[in-house]
């Protein structure tokens, strides 16, 4: 949960740093260590996400930042640049950390603490937290924690995060490291890396913002286009030239610069490490790499993929029935008691009932869809499929000139497109990851998912079953994929034109997932649906309740009552008095109709419909009325306002009667009142169709804008926001006219 | 009046929250690190 501690002055917080290769369980360890008390937002400058919790420790409550995933520091993607100037406190408005917490993956010590050396030249006091130790054990492995405490100079704990082991030992290490002020021993490097690190300190003198360290100096010598080199005024040529006579120096010394660190600190680490991983006992079968075998083979792999995914989908939409029923039928009754109290008050009584209660809680009612759908997000995250996935997916996206890097923010997007855009700064290539950027929004996010699951609820599932309509939403988030693909292709062969870089990924082993870290995900993802209806979409729907309410001409009611009381008596050979009785009675039915037609005469010509109307003749050929237009031209700040907007307009214009208790019967029954197709339903199933294809391809959602403006500059969101809405158009229109041409 | 006027200032609330909130999402840092405004949706 995030939640708003208040922090103890800033002189009395010690700050502690977490930081680990991807895949060590370090999220899971930073849970168990704050409580899952989380703040989170973004470094100064960079989108790059911050995750503060608080971590209480013998001096008392201090502040854990959990710096993002690398395997080294780098410093050639955004991540790593983070964290090399959090460590470095050289990042405006942080102090330098009072200590480090190293996640390492036991099952793979020597890699993991290559970042562990890095970090040791900074002289941070340093615990070593051995996770995954449960994993070690399934090996038949050891460690010999006592002899590699010793060896390395800091404290090492063992721990399971999965399972909150050693927490309690991880936290008094911290504790007794602040204290203590223990640190690993840098390791030795040979006299020439030295001497050119200090020529190249020297040559930096003056041309740098900030002085900078030993390591940021050491990332500049063997990183090829190092971050750091940015705090250089203009890549200053003295400094660049002492960089390249140091890498003379190395190449004399018989080393690659670009490789001589990792050669240079795994020799280091080869010799630390000399008999400190034991064989305990019989080493089991690797199970992953049997698993591996069928999950990752060319057609059995994709094949349980797509069966994967299939289910997924099925489950969202047939597991959520009871629980929606529940949620509508408490909407109801809210709505009929705060109806009641509002009486006296007509204009406030619709604001609450047919505009706040109507328009939030059709929106809210998708709220076990949203949850479902991140327990299972959470459990293919969880247990190593997701990584899995991206192997997958490395051919096909090889083909459209990216690889499989850009399929995790892809996936991500999923959920949402903000954080998927925010996942793209793994990809080293800056092309690939602007076309990756570019092409994510195309992907379902779950904000999608209940204007398919109203629409197909509708009109799919009556006709064809709940098998079918399961499908119908597995293809509508097949079907961002399937433009995503070929848009790229377009984009990295003419506009950006790049080619496919190489594809390395760790694959984690399979693992049993946490169902703490399940179920707060999926807390966390309702908290923010719920978030949302509670802000922006309880806001929009009170502007567009105004929009269809006002304005009330009083004469409006007295000419529909006159005109509809002529024409009953008209139709009643003359009767004047047997209708008259009847509209005497406010529950006859004649005075239900009579009140619709009242509804339905002020909504028609209520500034809302009157822009509708304006708009209307764009999507016609797409099949869209003015009420279908207004909800989607109101989508556009965020595309799930639609559900809400809707709620309203058929709640205001009387459209919601006994025969139609919720949005979808109501959409069903709803019918063209003039025009070619009077007394036609509006929404058949080619239109159905074509609006859920709007919604898959168009860019309605600001935050997204914004996100891709700060990522890439306005330019390119204007372009994305443009050529996606232009695609959406013609998507809706393609699908409407031969939909309607087939007789659908 | 006192209805109308009611009513009056709950929509002019949501209109000015909005504008608020576009406000924000449009300047270069974004919502940032507050999410008051709802726009800024994370994982």
């Not at chain 1, 970090?119 to 994993?135: C, F, K």
């Not at chain 1, 949203?370 to 997916?393: C, K, N, Q, V, W």
């Not at chain 1, 037609?597 to 109307?613: E, F, H, L, P, V």
């Amino acid at each position: 949960m995030t939640t708003t501690i208040a922090s103890p002055p800033a002189q009395q917080t010690k700050q502690i740093a977490l930081i680990g290769n991807p895949n060590t369980g370090k999220t899971s360890l930073f849970n168990c260590l704050t409580g899952m008390r989380q703040r989170v937002g973004n470094y100064p400058g960079v989108t790059v996400e911050k995750k503060l919790g608080t971590v209480y420790l013998a001096q008392g409550p201090a502040t854990l930042i959990d710096l993002p995933g690398a395997y080294s520091l780098a410093a050639s993607s955004l991540d790593e640049r983070v964290a090399v100037d959090v460590l470095s406190g050289h990042l405006p408005g942080m102090e330098r950390p009072d200590a480090v917490v190293c996640v390492v993956d036991a099952t793979n010590l020597k890699r993991n603490l290559f970042l562990a050396m890095q970090i040791a030249e900074l002289g941070i006091p340093m615990v070593i937290a051995l996770n995954l130790w449960d994993s070690l054990e399934a090996r038949g492995q050891t460690i010999d924690v006592d002899e590699l405490e010793k060896r390395l100079g800091v404290p090492v704990v063992a721990t399971v995060a999965r399972k909150s082991t050693g927490v309690s030992e991880l936290r008094e290490a911290i504790s007794n490291a602040i204290q203590q002020e223990r640190c690993i021993a840098p390791m030795i490097w040979p006299e020439e890396v030295d001497e050119a690190v200090k020529e190249i300190q020297i040559a930096a003198k003056g041309h740098t913002t900030v002085a900078l360290t030993e390591l940021e100096v050491r990332r500049m010598l063997f990183d090829a286009g190092s971050a750091v080199m940015r705090r250089v005024e203009s890549q200053h040529e003295t400094v660049r030239n002492a960089v390249q006579i140091g890498r003379e120096k190395l190449r004399k010394l018989g080393l690659n610069p670009m490789a001589a660190e990792a050669v240079l600190c795994y020799k280091h680490l080869e010799k630390l490490l000399e008999g400190i991983v034991k064989q305990a006992g019989e080493a089991k079968g690797e199970k992953s790499e049997s698993i591996d075998k069928l999950m990752l083979h060319r057609i059995g792999g994709l094949t349980i993929f797509g069966v994967l995914m299939y289910v997924v989908f099925q489950a969202v939409y047939s597991w959520a029935g009871p629980l929606m029923d529940l949620i509508d039928v408490a909407k109801g009754a809210v709505q009929g008691v705060v109806g009641g109290w509002l009486e006296p008050w007509p204009i406030l009584g619709s604001l609450v009932t047919d505009g706040i209660i109507e328009g939030v809680g059709a929106f809210v009612i998708f709220l076990p869809q949203i949850l479902i759908l991140f327990f299972f997000i959470s459990l293919l995250e969880d247990t190593g499929y997701m990584a899995r996935a991206a192997f997958l997916m490395d051919r096909l996206f090889g083909w459209c000139g990216l690889n499989g890097k850009s399929f995790v923010p892809m996936l991500s997007s999923y959920a949402c497109a903000i954080p998927g855009i925010l996942a793209t700064r793994t990809i080293e290539d800056p092309k690939a990851r602007m076309v990756t950027i570019l092409v994510a929004p195309l992907m379902s996010c779950s904000a999608r998912l209940p204007v398919y699951v109203l629409l197909i609820g509708a009109f799919v599932e009556p006709r064809y079953g709940v098998r079918i309509a399961g499908l119908a939403l597995f293809a509508m988030h097949l079907l961002g994929l399937a433009i995503a693909i070929p848009a790229a292709w377009l984009l990295t062969k003419y506009v950006v034109k790049t080619k496919p870089q190489p594809f390395l990924l760790e694959l984690p082993p399979y693992r049993v997932p946490r169902m703490q870290d399940v179920l707060y995900r999926m807390w966390q993802a309702g908290k923010e649906f719920i978030g949302r209806a509670g802000t922006i979409i309880l806001a929009i729907t009170i502007i567009v309740w105004a929009l269809l309410y006002f304005p009330r001409p009083v004469e409006l009611e007295a000419q529909v009552t006159e005109q509809f009381t002529a024409q009953q008596i008209a139709a009643n050979d003359g009767h004047a008095d047997l209708v008259e009785a009847e509209l005497a009675d406010p529950d006859s039915a004649l005075s239900v109709e009579l009140g619709n037609k009242i509804d339905s005469a002020y909504t028609n010509q209520s500034y809302m419909a009157r822009i509708g109307k304006t708009i209307q003749p764009v999507f016609e050929l797409a099949g869209f009325d003015w009420k279908i237009t207004v909800g989607v031209v109101a989508s556009f700040p965020a595309r799930e306002v639609i559900i809400s907007t809707l709620g309203v307009i058929y709640s205001l214009g009387g459209d919601v009667d006994e025969d139609s208790p919720d949005l979808k019967t109501t959409l069903a029954n709803a019918k063209w009142p003039d025009g070619p197709h009077a007394g036609q339903p509006i929404f058949t199933l080619a239109v159905a169709f074509s609006i859920m294809v709007f919604f898959a391809l168009c860019q309605q959602c600001g935050a997204t804008v914004a996100v891709i403006a700060k990522e890439l500059g306005w330019r390119w969101a204007m372009a994305s926001f443009v050529s996606m809405t232009a695609m959406a158009w013609i998507g809706s229109v393609l699908v409407y006219q031969i939909g309607t041409a087939l007789g659908f | 009046m006192t209805e109308v006027t009611i009513v009056a200032a709950i929509v002019l609330a949501a209109g000015y929250y909005l504008f608020r909130c576009w406000r924000k999402s449009s300047k270069p840092q974004g919502c940032g690190d507050n999410k008051s405004c709802g726009c800024r949706r994370k994982r």
